[in-house]
């Protein structure tokens, strides 16, 4: 029959247990999220609809360039 | 408060919950093994009965802070008006939990049921998550 850990390697033993179970479940959600945070992705949406504004506002001011051209 | 949420959280307030909360559910899981060795009920050879009572009180710890904190951010940040069925459940929740650590500092003849609330408590763990984290991750 094998021996039974001591008390305090098994107090050890079962935290690792629960810090593994708590890593698990971070690495878990984590991977569902992927590496960039929302406030990253609200940041890089924000940035790609100020360019197209800006792209539309460059536009209608060659439109109305145009127009007084002629 | 919302504000101080968003700060902390640097603006995943949401991300944050749901993983605070699914540590808590995989721990509230463990709780219950943890304790089912503490009552003698399962019997592993590399784990004795006091060994198994001092984490699970340990990690009851863990999860009392963690679930406090969860709760502070639901009705801090989203309230209890849209809420549902999640709002409901996890109030049941925190009525049971504050029971079960009144009836652990009691003690005596209440302690007859704490297994009772111990399963209650993980039911009540696990509907709340499949009410919010797990709709999210695409599990409840």
């Not at chain 2, 700060?7 to 944050?16: F, H, K, Q």
Request: glycine fraction near 10%; charge should be negative; aromatic fraction near 6%.
């Amino acid at each position: 029959m094998t021996a039974r850990p001591s008390q305090g390697a098994q107090m050890l033993g079962s935290l690792l247990v629960a810090i593994a179970i708590v890593a698990a479940a971070i690495a878990i959600v984590t991977a569902h999220f992927g590496p960039t945070s929302s406030a990253e992705l609200d940041a890089r949406e924000e940035r790609l609809e100020q360019r197209e504004e800006n792209i539309e506002e460059l536009q209608e001011l060659e439109e109305e360039r145009r127009e007084r051209d002629r | 408060m919302e504000d101080l949420i968003e700060d902390l959280t640097r603006g995943n307030v949401t991300e944050v919950k749901m993983l605070l909360a699914t540590v808590v559910l995989g721990l509230a899981v463990y709780q219950v093994l943890l304790a089912g060795v503490a009552y003698g009920w399962l019997r592993p050879r590399f784990l004795e009965r006091g060994s198994a009572s001092w984490t699970h009180r340990a990690s009851g710890d863990t999860i009392l802070v963690l679930t406090v904190v969860i709760a502070v951010m639901c009705i801090g940040y989203s309230g209890f008006e849209d809420g549902g069925a999640h709002a409901v459940v996890a109030t049941i929740l925190l009525g049971v939990f504050a029971t079960k650590v009144l009836v652990v500092r009691l003690g005596g003849r209440l302690s007859r049921v704490l297994p009772l609330l111990g399963v209650s408590l993980l039911i009540l763990f696990g509907i709340t998550w499949l009410t919010s984290a797990g709709e999210f991750l695409g599990v409840g």
